[in-house]
């Protein structure tokens, strides 16, 4: 994962990189550094969130040169030596990097061979040390050495190189890790995205994998592909004017993001829904669409749990086959993609490394790919034919929450399309409607945020926990269990209600509790009896209700009661408890709530 941010030119580099650091920590937040060059280079580094760093950085850096960078740890622990910018072991390279270099051990071997000790534990050494062998090899010429090394390497890396001997000279390149350039009238800017540095410059150049540019304050900017042929620069131009969120009014982001969904619901119910992009042939969605007979729908983590939520509305109400994946097998497991399929990236950030590389192997295989995505500009904005965007706003929290339920009502409302193209009318009209009233629905759970913090206290000190839920539910009971894991670091399961007999009913006991959604109709009753069962082998279980509900909340030991809503639209209302609860825990544990620890906003790599 991790965030890399540069710039060489006129300007002092100080602020820009604290400044970009800070924009993209939600990359990975264990350690932070930066390399300056000012006649010489000087590192700073520090494990730890950005802040840490700043305490340690000098008022003025008297530099127009550095590179920085916020990891998340894949290769050795969170620790000032693991942490980047790494130096070679000659001293004239410094570089970050993100992403992971596969043979790495094999590559140390070859260079202790050659004379090299290592201080880390990263990948990142390994492979700076091969560019400076080859560094040294070719007398100083950064390009070749860099063409040479990528031979000899296995893996994905975007990063960013100093060199002693070229004050001004930042080198950039990529291999299916994502990197942009900025430049300006002042100089060129280097990120892991766009956000970092678009307050500066409003042009910027995406390189292509294997692409290096050489961008030096002096000599200007020079780029060239994987052979080492020189390329005409792509610079493309986005006025990007983006307010740096901040949580006034809440305590922390997560729980300023869960409130914010009715209002977010409501602007999408009440808007059309807006579809982006063309194939490469100039077709819209909506002449393609009649046309779909198979639909494969990608993402990870909560973002596959809302994608398991659009198969079974897709194929209950449009009768079109849908599988859900896992971004990450798919992409490996040579799936059956044909010419026309209609793949759907579903993703918050637009930057999962894995969603970003199963789009891409679908896009191969002839698909058309739609991405339901909340940042606009992100990788799999530019790389799927389409695109439905959340319009959710910044989402800060590293546990999804408001992008969750944007992702559920755009999916409810790509349904409502395509059950039009069906001549299923009515689909139509109970999706629009129920999806209009639900915000209203939404903002009393969140009046009873009270009662759910006391079931958190009651509740909150067990070390395990398990989530049942149906049909439409049972993703909620998954995102339910995913949220309480992320943030309170407590032991949860999401199953599907009639699957607990299988296998994890052998854990209920007292100090055990289940967490049930019941708030469908479709499932209640099958739902009832598995309450029973856990009932007769003194399981406590707490039940997300509806109001109306009485024999349920004779049964159970706890309620949290929502208003009653269409199936249709009831995995919206039933997750708002959980969020709740799991946020509530969360803070009763003393944790982290909007940056637990192992965790990142966006898992940018595999
Ligand atoms: C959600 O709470 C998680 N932080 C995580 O599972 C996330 O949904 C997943 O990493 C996918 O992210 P994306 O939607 O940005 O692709």
Excluded at 341 to 367: C, R
Aim: net charge negative.
């Amino acid at each position: 994962m991790c965030g890399i941010i540069g710039y060489t030119g006129s300007r002092q580099v100080r602020d820009i990189l604290i400044d970009g650091l800070l924009k993209l920590e939600y990359r990975g937040y264990d350690s932070a550094g930066i390399a300056i060059h000012n006649g010489s280079m000087r590192v700073i580094k520090s494990p730890g969130k950005v802040s840490k760093l700043v305490d340690l950085l000098p008022r003025s850096l008297d530099s127009t040169t550095g590179i920085a960078h916020t990891r998340w740890a894949t290769h050795g622990e969170p620790s000032e030596i693991n942490a980047h910018p790494h130096t070679s072991g000659s001293g004239r390279l410094a570089m970050v990097h993100n992403g992971i270099i596969e043979n790495a051990p094999e590559i140390e071997a070859y260079l202790k061979e050659k004379g090299y000790s290592f201080i880390s534990e990263t990948d990142t050494e390994v492979l700076l040390n091969l560019i400076d062998y080859e560094y040294g090899l070719c007398g100083g010429d950064i390009l070749k050495a860099m063409l040479r090394s990528f031979k000899k390497i296995d893996g994905s890396y975007a990063l960013a190189i100093l060199e002693k001997d070229r004050p001004g000279r930042i080198t950039l390149c990529r291999k299916d890790s994502p990197l942009v350039m900025g430049m300006d009238d002042t100089g060129y800017f280097v990120a892991s995205d766009i956000y970092a540095v678009s307050d500066y410059t409003g042009r910027f150049v995406f390189p292509d994998n294997d692409d290096i540019i050489i961008a030096d304050n002096n000599l200007g900017v020079k780029a060239y592909d994987g052979n080492g042929k020189k390329k005409e620069l792509k610079i493309s131009h986005y006025n990007i004017n983006k307010k740096s969120p901040d949580h006034s009014g809440y305590n922390h982001y997560m729980q300023k993001e869960i409130f914010e969904q009715p209002q977010i619901i409501s602007e999408l119910a009440n808007s059309v829904l807006s579809i982006n992009g063309q194939t490469k042939h100039g077709r819209s969605l909506a002449e393609i669409l009649p046309g779909i007979r198979r639909i494969t729908i990608l993402g990870c983590g909560t973002s596959w749990h809302s994608g398991l939520i659009g198969k079974y509305l897709i194929e209950k109400h449009v009768r079109i086959p849908v599988n859900v994946e896992y971004a990450s097998e798919f992409r490996y497991r040579d799936p059956v993609i044909e010419t026309g399929d209609l793949v759907i990236s579903i993703s918050q950030s637009g930057e999962t490394a894995d969603t970003i590389a199963a789009n891409k192997l679908a896009l191969e295989a002839g698909a058309i790919t739609l991405g339901i995505l909340n940042v606009k500009n992100s990788t799999l904005d530019r790389d799927t034919h389409f695109q439905i965007y959340l319009e959710a706003g910044d989402e800060i929290g590293v546990a999804s929450t408001k992008a969750y339920t944007a992702q559920i009502v755009q999916l409810s409302r790509l349904t409502s399309l395509l059950a039009g193209m069906k001549g299923n009318g009515s689909a139509i009209s109970n999706i629009s409607q129920s999806l209009r009233d639900i915000s209203q629905s939404m903002q009393s759970v969140l009046a009873n945020a009270e009662k759910i913090s006391e079931l958190a206290s009651k509740y909150g000190f067990s070390n395990n926990f398990l989530f049942l839920g149906r049909g439409l539910n049972f993703p909620t009971a998954l995102e339910g269990a995913l949220k309480l894991k992320e943030i309170s670091y407590i032991h949860a399961e999401g199953y599907p209600g009639a699957e607990m007999k299988h296998g994890p009913i052998a854990l209920i006991d007292f100090n055990f509790p289940t967490l049930v959604v019941l708030t469908d109709q479709e499932s209640r009753a099958k739902m009832m009896s598995n309450i029973k069962e856990i009932k007769a082998r003194n399981g406590r279980v707490i039940a997300i209700i509806n109001e109306d509900d009485e024999s349920a909340e004779q049964l159970v030991d706890d309620v949290i009661k929502v208003p009653s809503v269409p199936d249709i639209v009831s995995p919206l209302i039933s997750v708002v408890p959980l969020q709740l609860f799991a946020y509530y825990v969360a803070l009763l544990r003393g944790c982290n709530v909007d940056q637990p620890r192992n965790l990142a906003k966006s898992v940018t790599v595999e």
